[in-house]
């Protein structure tokens, strides 16, 4: 097994550590490890890292190994570990800010499907205001090139009018749309 220098390791990815927990607001050294979180997290079985081993991870300084793990692209931020923690660690709310910090350090996604899944989300929000779920489907098919994914329940929820193929814009998209903009100006125009 190969062998880790913790203390070199925490003190290099101290910066980045820092800046996680600084725009995260989650404190990964309140966790004692009881291993709860894990139990009751739906996608771990798929994941390569548990909730609980990401926060451990965190906590000794592995910050790039989680960056480009599959489980903070996996979570689906259902919360069960969030509502079960003694110690009231919000894993979800870190797993985001996991992502956002993986694509800002230039990480490729571990699970490039659920990034192009993401995007295509936000950007049909961007322009209608709010979810446009045929529009969704739609980008997401064509820019992940599984042309056919959604295609065989689309005519039944349509008939059902859970889904139109029509987006349903809303009033105030103009000012969703101001938000996304001030967002990529803060970026730097990514
Ligand atoms: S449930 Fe909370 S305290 Fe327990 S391992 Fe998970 S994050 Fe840590
Ligand atoms: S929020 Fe994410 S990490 Fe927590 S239980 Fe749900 S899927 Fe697992």
Same mark, same amino acid.
């Given at each position: ?90 894993? %979800? $709310? /870190? ?5 956002? +910090? !993986? ?8 699970? &490039? ?53 029509? %987006? $349903? /814009? ?5 000012? +969703? !749309? ?8 803060? &970026?730097?125009?990514?």
């Amino acid at each position: 097994m190969e062998q880790v220098a913790l203390n070199s390791v925490l003190k290099s990815s101290q910066a980045l550590n820092q800046e996680i927990a600084e725009k995260s607001h989650v404190d990964v050294n309140k966790c004692y490890q009881c291993g709860t979180c894990a139990a009751g997290c739906p996608v771990a079985y798929l994941a390569d890292y548990s909730p609980r081993q990401i926060v451990r991870m965190l906590q000794n300084g592995l910050v790039e190994d989680v960056l480009k793990s599959r489980m903070i692209w996996l979570c689906i931020g259902c919360g069960n570990c969030l509502s079960r923690c003694p110690r009231k660690i919000d894993v %979800p $709310h /870190l797993n985001d800010t996991l992502r956002i +910090v !993986s694509k800002e350090k230039g990480f490729p996604p571990a699970e &490039k499907s659920v990034d192009v899944f993401n995007d295509s989300f936000l950007k049909t929000v961007q322009y209608t205001g709010r979810l446009y779920e045929a529009g969704l489907t739609m980008l997401y098919n064509t820019r992940s090139g599984n042309f056919m994914s959604g295609m065989d329940v689309a005519p039944h929820m349509m008939k059902l009018g859970k889904i139109s193929p029509f %987006p $349903h /814009l809303i009033k105030g998209r103009g000012e +969703v !749309s101001r938000i996304f903009k001030k967002i990529q100006e803060r &970026k730097g125009g990514k």
